[in-house]
C-alpha cells in the first residue's frame, strides 16, 4: 500500500472530482457535509476530496479557493481562468503559487496521515470524514 501522495496527484484528483459534477451545483452547509443543490446522491469518492481541500487547507483559505476554481476549469472550462482570477483580485502569479502550495499541503497531510494513494478508482477512496 502506498502513501506517496505527491502534489501531482492531488492535481490530477481535484479535477477528476470535478468531472464527476459537469453541471451539478454543490454546496457546504456545514464543515466537511456537501449536498448537491438539486437533492440529487453525490459519489462519495469525488466529495472525499473536497473534504480534503478544507481539511488540510482551511475551508475558506485563499489556497483552497484558487485550486478548487483552478480545478473547476480544468474540469469544464467555460470562462478564460486568467480573467476569474483577475476578477477575484489577483495575480496570475500568486493564484499559480497558491494553487501549487495547495497541491503540496494536501498531499503532505494526505502522508503524515497515512491515508492510501488510489489511482482515481474512486470505490477506493480511504474515509476521512473527520473535521480537522
Request: charged residues 30%.
Amino acid at each position: 500500500m502506498s502513501y506517496r501522495w505527491t502534489a501531482d496527484q492531488v492535481e490530477l484528483l481535484v479535477v477528476q472530482a470535478f468531472r464527476e459534477f459537469p453541471e451539478q451545483g454543490i454546496w457546504s452547509p456545514a464543515k466537511s457535509v456537501f449536498k448537491s443543490v438539486d437533492g440529487s446522491p453525490l459519489p462519495p469518492g469525488p466529495i472525499k476530496v473536497f473534504v480534503w481541500s478544507a481539511r488540510y487547507l482551511g475551508r475558506e483559505s485563499p489556497e483552497r479557493i484558487a485550486l478548487l476554481l483552478w480545478g473547476r476549469h480544468k474540469a469544464i472550462p467555460r470562462e478564460a481562468l486568467r480573467d476569474l482570477v483577475r476578477e477575484m483580485g489577483w495575480e496570475w502569479r500568486t493564484f499559480l503559487r497558491r494553487r501549487n502550495r495547495a497541491c503540496v499541503r494536501i498531499a503532505e497531510g494526505l502522508r503524515r496521515d497515512r491515508i492510501p494513494y488510489f489511482d482515481g478508482e474512486w470505490h477506493l477512496v480511504p474515509a476521512l470524514d473527520h473535521p480537522p
